[in-house]
Structures are given as C-alpha cells and as structure tokens.
C-alpha cells in the first residue's frame, strides 16, 4: 500500500465546503481523510510539503482540443497531457471534432488509450451528436455512450435542420446523455471572424453579431419547452445570452453553461490592429458582455470555467487575420486568469473561483472528480496563490505557442499535480 | 508593443503606409504639402526626378487593379526607382505557397518597398510585420479595412478645391459597410479637422457602429447632400444584390443615386468624387459624372503626384538608410 501525506497547505474543497489549514492522506491512489491529524494506521510513506500553498482538487476542464487524432502536426494528446499537468488540470472533456470525428466507438477507444498510455491526465471525450458532425444523421449515441463518451455535441459545426436539431435533442434524452451546445446561428455568424461591432467597423473584418449566439440559444430554449432534454451551452460570449439562460433556469429547465477563461479578460479592442492570437469563435466582444458573463459566473447561471484549449502550430497563426485559425493554446493560463477574478473588490472568493474549475464542471459531466472527499481519486492541485509569473509562448508545456496573453503578469503558479496519488507534474524552479 | 506605432519608425516619421488611423494631422499635412511638388513633373518634357534612383519597388497585387497598379508604377517610375509588378490570382496562393513564403523569396531579390494589395483586411499589416527591416510597404488596398493612399489623394483633391478642411460638410455616399476607402476617408477627414463627415446608404451597407468613427449617418440621399460641400460616391459592386443586402441596382439608383436634381440639394459650389470605375446608371448618373461639378479625372491625375509623395517619403528617410 502506498501512502503519500500533502501536509501544510490550505485546501480548498468547495464540494465539501472545505477552505483551511489541513492535511490530505492518499493511500493507493484515492483519498484516504482531509484533516489535522492522519486517520489511525496511517503511516505515509511520503511527505509532500505544502505550505504556503493551496492543495485544491484537480482541474476538471471541460474543453481542450488535443488535436489528436488527425493534427498530430499542432499537437498530441500526450503533449497535451502534459500541458494540462502543467496547468493542474486533471481531467480533460474533449469535443468530438477530430479528425475521424469521435462519431464511432473505435476513436473512442483510441482517444483513451492514447490518453492511459500518456498517463498525465484523465481524458474523457464527447461523442458526435450527427453522423460526421454534418448535421443530417443521427450518430450511434448508445454505442458512443456505450465506449464511454460522457456527453454528445455537434462541436463547431451548425445542425442547419431543426428537425434535426429536436430529434437529435430527444434521442440524446432517451440516453440520459447531456447534449453540448455551441450556440451560433450559421448564417447571422455568415463569414464572420470578429464581434460585429467597434472593431468590425473599424477595420472592415466581417462581424458575427451578439444575435448571431442569442437567436441559437433562444432556438434551444424553445425546443426544450417541448422536449425533455438536457442541454449544456459551451463558451459563451454574449451578455444576453446569460440573460435568457437565467430567465430559463428560473422556470426550472435543466439547461448549464460555461465560459472561456479567456472571455472573462478580454474584449474586441484587444484586436488592435489585427491581433491575429485574439482571433477566437465566438469571437471576443464587448465590455459589457465580459461583464454580463462575470455576472453570470457570479450569480452561478454559469457555473463552469473552461480553457477552450487550441493548440495551433505556427504557421495556422502565420496569415491575414481572418485567413488565420481560430482559439488559443490556453491550458496553463485557466488557473491563474480565473484566480484574477478573486481578490480586491472582486465578488467571488478563491473557494468559490475553484468551485466553478472542478466539482462544478465535474456535475456538468456527471463525474465523480473535482473533489477531495474521502473515496475519491487522489487528483489533486496544488499551487502558490501569490507566485508572479510573466506569459512567455516559448516556455508554454503545450505545442501550440499561440497565447494572447504574451507578456502578461500573473499570479498563481501550479506547483505539484497528482492524477490518482502519482505526481504528474512537478515545478522544477517553485518560485 | 503597441501595434499603432508599426507604420512609423522611432523618430515618428513614416516606414510603412498602411492605414490613416491613428496618423497625426501633421504628417497628412506634410503628405499634402510634398505632393504640390509633384503636381508640375508629368508636365515637364522629362518626367523623372531623380530621388528614388536604384531603388526597387515591387508591386504586389493579390487582386485584379488597372487604376491603381498603373498609377503606383507612374509614380514610381516617375521616381526613378525601378518596378516589377506582380500580379497573383488567388488560385496560385491556393497551391500551397504561403503568401510569407512568398514574400521572403521575394526579399532575397533586394526589394526596398512593396505595394501590396489583397482581398484580406488586415494583410498589409501582416507583411509589414513579417517583412526585413528595411523593407517598407504601402498598402494598396486591403479587403474592406484601407485604402490609405486612395483616401490621400482625394484630400489632396479637396484641399486644392476648397481650401480648409475645418469649414467642411462632406457626403460620402453607398456602400459602406464594405468600402475601404469610405473608411480611410473618414479617418483622413477627421483628422484633418472636418467637423461635419455624413455617410448616407442603406441600413444595410452601413457599420453597425459607424458613428464611432466619427460620422453622421443618413438614410436618405437628399437629406444627407443637404448643404455638403463635397459628395463623395462609392463604387457598387454587383455582389451586393446577393446576400440580400439590396433588392436591385433599379432601386439603389431610384434611392442613392447620384442625379443632377439630387445634387442640388448640395451647395452650388459643391464638388463629387469617386474613386473609380464608376457604374454609370448605377450610383451615379452620367450628367453628373461628366458634368462641371465632377472632379473624377483631376483625382486620377492627383493619384499619382500624391503617391510619388507618400512612396518618396516613406522610402527617403534621412537621406535612405539602410
């Protein structure tokens, strides 16, 4: 049996309402007890030191791109992984557009066992909710419930037909599988690469408007009246969005949603002069829309905060700015740019911060992880809450190099990340 | 780190030309000033002047252009410097060389300037910032974000007809929404102290956010000449009928476009632009367009004094260092 005590920190455990002073005791890879003092009998056989430090649950983020199968050239799922421990993230929900799409069981099982072989992370992944994300067929949502996909999406791509889109909705429901929403009507968002808006106008780049999210939300939400189905909204970016989804789960509808970290720090005059790294679907808005998604996270409409990982490799950056790919390569930023909405004036506290980057996301999955209660996985984060450090794309873990947040001074650094009791990740120079 | 300090080099003067904004009036009033020496070289019977001799300018265009191309390489010639045009279509990037990779084998010839024009907004920024140190680039026209120097040379135009920009009323008429020169006009007339800038179009083809630049919207043609001092028209593209942004050029003309009664709603004295080619019948009748109130040709000619000013400047720092 071996035993491994994480001593000296504060851990923060919000499924358990846990924030203080105490010990974390890991026999064979679960949780054994969180206290003062070890459980009778327990002997660790060794001392992971963490004071001055915050021993929480590992990160439960709910979409990175591993870009494996099919982009190995941006990165790998063992890259990844790596770059999640880096980031304290211990479980990793992937969307279903590789390349094949994660439509059949076969790329589910090659997805887990590429992940157990890499060993850093827990990968789970969702499955297609039509054939080839095209939007026409149903997928085998058994069967990808069967291999183990914990959820079905669409991804990226449009369900054009609402038929379609109900069925597909009613059909998940039969499974009892939540579906993931990216909600952005296809033809309001047309060739758009930007918010429709000051910087739209500006610098003549086609605009997705705000409308563009709230019309597909608006769409689920009336299907939902009718259809006794779970949804999940993915990356929000839109302040009335939040506004219908409150008003929905007022009225009871199972209905969730998650925001990018990074949509909580930035907006479209970011883009300056054709930031090519602020290039993002949904694209960056307004300052009131940060705001309104702030509120949200705030109040709990939204209760997940994600990393939108996507990893590019250089030359998918290296292009005019609507020619260039979208998203960041953002794993190792989650943690700090969601810990920059504690402190100060700002209305969350750490414990409740971390909540909404484990057991919250966690729910949304229907896993058992993000949390330190006593059975559980012994997947665990421990990080210095006042560790400064400055964004530098060349010493990001992670392949892809594209951050927007080059340069910027953090606070908050990953020091250890254990995956069920083992240390995956260890800083080499703890600040 | 800030991006707006690209097209400037560290003593604040220019090394690339790629967008008005952001500009000082300063160095638009210098690019006006130097272009009236310019103005006489296409009269003389030697229509050189010596400043960019040895010098190579490369003129890149990515999308179909006469006007423009003819008058950059005028300019340049008139300049002394050697021109090499290139012209790529679309289908030749497609095969797989990457417009940096381009650049670069471009480079190794020793170029000193390019012009770049490309479908993409955003593209002549990404070569300046990709391109040697001394290379400079003027932007020719990028998707629907500048035309920097088109937008110069109808100052220049309006300056040598009416003086002082600060008493201004100026209509810039159309489409908007997917006008790279409405947009660098609108920074070049701002910055240069016009108080009264209108865009008069549809809904449809005007920026939602548009009176952040800076101007007065107007829905209606009459109201929006109402007193102007120059009117300035825009090109229709027949794309525009797709995508459901017009019901048809019958009905744009019956609304937007330019007639001799419409136009005296401007002042008596008022000028019209375009920039060119104009659709006839379309946005602009042919009375108007020909008519004593048009200074359409006198932009062309304009064109190229005001270019061989922006190129010599940008390319004549300090005497040409390295």
Same mark, same amino acid.
């Given at each position: 049996?071996?035993?491994?005590?994480?001593?000296?920190?504060?851990?923060?455990?919000?499924?358990?309402?846990?924030?203080?002073?105490?010990?974390?005791?890991?026999?064979?890879?679960?949780?054994?007890?969180?206290?003062?003092?070890?459980?009778?009998?327990?002997?660790?056989?060794?001392?992971?030191? &963490?004071?001055?430090?915050?021993?929480?649950?590992?990160?439960?983020?709910? *979409?990175?791109?591993?870009?494996?199968?099919?982009?190995?050239?941006?990165?790998?799922? &063992?890259?990844?992984?790596?770059?999640?421990?880096?980031?304290?993230?211990?479980?990793?929900?992937?969307?279903?557009?590789?390349?094949?799409?994660?439509?059949?069981?076969?790329?589910?099982?090659?997805? %887990?066992? +590429?992940?157990?072989?890499?060993?850093?992370?827990?990968? /789970?992944?969702?499955?297609?909710?039509?054939?080839?994300?095209?939007?026409?067929?149903?997928?085998?949502?058994?069967?990808?419930?069967?291999?183990?996909?914990?959820?079905?999406?669409?991804?990226?791509?449009?369900?054009?037909?609402?038929?379609?889109?109900?069925?597909?909705?009613?059909?998940?429901?039969?499974?009892?599988?939540?579906?993931?929403?990216?909600?952005?009507?296809?033809?309001?968002?047309?060739?758009?690469?930007?918010?429709?808006?000051?910087?739209?106008?500006?610098?003549?780049?086609?605009?997705?408007?705000?409308? *563009?999210?709230?019309?597909? !939300?608006?769409?689920?939400?009336?299907?939902?009246?009718?259809?006794?189905?779970?949804?999940?909204?993915?990356?929000?970016?839109?302040?009335?969005?939040?506004?219908?989804?409150?008003?929905?789960?007022?009225?009871?509808?199972?209905?969730? &949603?998650?925001?990018?970290?990074?949509?909580?720090?930035?907006?479209?005059?970011? $883009?300056?002069?054709?930031?090519?790294?602020?290039?993002?679907?949904?694209?960056?808005?307004?300052?009131?829309?940060?705001?309104?998604?702030?509120?949200?996270?705030?109040?709990?409409?939204?209760?997940?905060?994600?990393?939108?990982?996507?990893?590019?490799?250089?030359?998918?950056?290296?292009?005019?700015?609507?020619?260039?790919?979208?998203? @960041?390569?953002?794993?190792?930023?989650?943690?700090?740019?969601?810990?920059?909405?504690?402190?100060?004036?700002?209305?969350?506290?750490?414990?409740?911060?971390?909540?909404?980057?484990?057991?919250?996301?966690?729910?949304?999955?229907?896993?058992?992880?993000?949390?330190?209660?006593?059975?559980?996985?012994?997947?665990?984060? @421990?990080?210095?809450?006042?560790?400064?450090?400055?964004?530098?794309?060349?010493?990001?873990?992670? +392949?892809?190099?594209?951050?927007?947040?080059?340069?910027?001074?953090?606070?908050?650094?990953?020091?250890?990340?254990? !995956?069920?009791?083992?240390?995956?990740?260890?800083?080499?120079?703890?600040? | 780190?800030?991006?707006?300090?690209?097209?400037?080099?560290?003593?604040?003067?220019? +090394?690339?030309?790629?967008?008005?904004?952001?500009?000082?009036?300063? $160095?638009?009033?210098?690019?006006?000033?130097?272009?009236?020496?310019?103005?006489?070289?296409?009269?003389?019977?030697?229509?050189?002047?010596?400043?960019?001799?040895?010098?190579?300018?490369?003129?890149?265009?990515?999308?179909?252009?006469?006007?423009?191309?003819?008058?950059?390489?005028?300019?340049?010639?008139?300049?002394?410097?050697?021109?090499?045009?290139?012209?790529?279509?679309?289908?030749?990037?497609?095969?797989?060389?990457?417009?940096?990779?381009?650049?670069?084998?471009?480079?190794?010839?020793?170029?000193?300037?390019?012009?770049?024009?490309?479908?993409?907004?955003?593209?002549?920024?990404?070569?300046?910032?990709?391109?040697?140190?001394?290379?400079?680039?003027?932007?020719?026209?990028?998707?629907?974000?500048?035309?920097?120097?088109?937008?110069?040379?109808?100052?220049?135009?309006?300056?040598?007809?009416?003086?002082?920009?600060?008493?201004?009323?100026?209509?810039?008429?159309?489409?908007?929404?997917?006008?790279? /020169?409405?947009?660098?006009?609108?920074?070049?007339?701002? $910055?240069?102290?016009?108080?009264?800038?209108?865009?008069?179009?549809?809904?449809?083809?005007?920026? !939602?956010?548009?009176?952040?630049?800076? /101007?007065?919207?107007? %829905?209606?043609?009459?109201?929006?000449?109402?007193?102007?001092?120059?009117?300035?028209?825009?090109?229709?593209?027949?794309?525009?009928?797709?995508?459901?942004?017009?019901?048809?050029?019958?009905?744009?003309?019956?609304?937007?476009?330019?007639?001799?009664?419409?136009?005296?709603?401007? +002042?008596?004295?008022? $000028? !019209?632009? %375009?920039?060119?080619?104009?659709?006839?019948?379309?946005?602009?009748?042919?009375?108007?367009?020909?008519?004593?109130?048009?200074? @359409?040709?006198?932009?062309?000619?304009?064109?190229?004094?005001?270019?061989?000013?922006?190129?010599?400047?940008?390319?004549?720092?300090?005497?040409?260092?390295?």
């Amino acid at each position: 049996m071996s035993t491994l005590a994480i001593t000296g920190g504060r851990v923060v455990d919000p499924a358990n309402g846990l924030d203080g002073p105490a010990d974390v005791f890991i026999a064979d890879g679960r949780i054994v007890a969180v206290g003062p003092a070890p459980p009778d009998g327990f002997r660790p056989e060794q001392t992971l030191d &963490a004071s001055g430090r915050v021993v929480a649950p590992g990160l439960v983020d709910l *979409a990175a791109r591993l870009r494996e199968p099919g982009q190995e050239h941006k990165a790998t799922i &063992a890259s990844e992984c790596a770059a999640a421990a880096a980031g304290g993230i211990t479980t990793l929900c992937m969307p279903p557009d590789t390349h094949p799409v994660v439509d059949t069981a076969a790329v589910v099982e090659l997805i %887990h066992q +590429r992940a157990e072989a890499a060993g850093a992370a827990r990968v /789970v992944t969702l499955g297609a909710l039509t054939v080839g994300l095209e939007g026409t067929q149903l997928a085998e949502m058994a069967e990808l419930k069967r291999a183990g996909c914990v959820g079905v999406s669409n991804a990226l791509r449009p369900v054009h037909d609402t038929l379609v889109l109900r069925r597909a909705l009613e059909y998940a429901a039969s499974h009892d599988l939540t579906v993931f929403v990216h909600p952005e009507d296809p033809h309001l968002a047309q060739e758009g690469c930007v918010h429709e808006g000051v910087v739209a106008t500006r610098l003549g780049l086609p605009g997705i408007p705000a409308s *563009a999210e709230t019309v597909a !939300v608006a769409q689920i939400l009336m299907l939902l009246e009718q259809v006794p189905a779970r949804v999940h909204f993915c990356r929000l970016s839109a302040a009335r969005s939040v506004n219908l989804l409150a008003r929905a789960q007022y009225d009871g509808m199972p209905v969730t &949603a998650d925001v990018a970290a990074h949509q909580l720090h930035l907006t479209e005059m970011d $883009i300056g002069f054709f930031d090519n790294n602020c290039h993002l679907r949904p694209p960056l808005r307004t300052r009131r829309d940060l705001e309104g998604l702030r509120a949200g996270l705030v109040r709990g409409t939204v209760t997940a905060i994600c990393s939108d990982h996507q990893p590019h490799d250089s030359d998918a950056k290296l292009a005019p700015f609507c020619e260039t790919e979208p998203g @960041i390569s953002a794993l190792e930023t989650l943690l700090p740019l969601a810990l920059r909405l504690t402190g100060g004036d700002e209305p969350l506290d750490l414990a409740a911060v971390i909540a909404r980057l484990t057991c919250e996301p966690a729910r949304v999955l229907g896993l058992a992880a993000g949390t330190l209660s006593p059975g559980a996985a012994a997947d665990v984060c @421990i990080f210095d809450p006042h560790a400064h450090w400055t964004v530098e794309p060349d010493r990001l873990v992670s +392949r892809g190099r594209n951050t927007p947040f080059t340069g910027w001074e953090l606070e908050g650094q990953v020091t250890h990340t254990l !995956v069920g009791g083992r240390v995956v990740f260890q800083r080499e120079d703890p600040p | 780190m800030s991006a707006r300090d690209i097209q400037l080099d560290d003593q604040g003067r220019l +090394r690339h030309f790629l967008t008005i904004e952001g500009l000082s009036r300063e $160095i638009l009033t210098e690019i006006l000033d130097y272009a009236e020496n310019f103005t006489t070289v296409g009269h003389q019977p030697v229509k050189k002047v010596p400043l960019l001799r040895g010098r190579t300018i490369i003129n890149l265009f990515f999308e179909v252009s006469t006007r423009t191309r003819t008058t950059f390489e005028l300019a340049a010639k008139r300049l002394s410097a050697d021109v090499l045009n290139i012209n790529i279509s679309a289908s030749s990037t497609a095969k797989g060389e990457s417009l940096l990779d381009m650049l670069r084998n471009l480079e190794a010839m020793h170029c000193d300037m390019f012009v770049v024009r490309h479908a993409s907004p955003g593209a002549a920024h990404f070569i300046a910032r990709h391109v040697a140190p001394h290379v400079s680039v003027i932007n020719g026209g990028d998707g629907s974000h500048a035309h920097p120097t088109q937008a110069m040379l109808d100052m220049f135009t309006i300056r040598r007809h009416k003086g002082d920009f600060t008493r201004l009323s100026v209509a810039i008429v159309g489409d908007i929404m997917h006008s790279r /020169v409405a947009r660098s006009q609108i920074h070049a007339l701002n $910055i240069l102290g016009v108080p009264d800038v209108r865009v008069v179009g549809p809904e449809t083809l005007i920026p !939602v956010e548009a009176p952040q630049l800076g /101007v007065h919207v107007y %829905h209606d043609l009459a109201e929006g000449l109402d007193g102007v001092d120059v009117v300035i028209m825009l090109r229709l593209q027949r794309e525009r009928m797709s995508r459901a942004l017009l019901p048809s050029e019958h009905e744009y003309f019956q609304c937007y476009g330019l007639t001799p009664e419409k136009l005296a709603r401007a +002042r008596p004295d008022a $000028i !019209v632009m %375009h920039p060119g080619p104009i659709n006839r019948g379309v946005e602009m009748d042919s009375a108007v367009a020909d008519g004593p109130q048009s200074v @359409i040709l006198e932009q062309v000619t304009n064109g190229i004094a005001v270019r061989m000013a922006i190129m010599a400047m940008t390319l004549g720092r300090a005497g040409g260092e390295a």
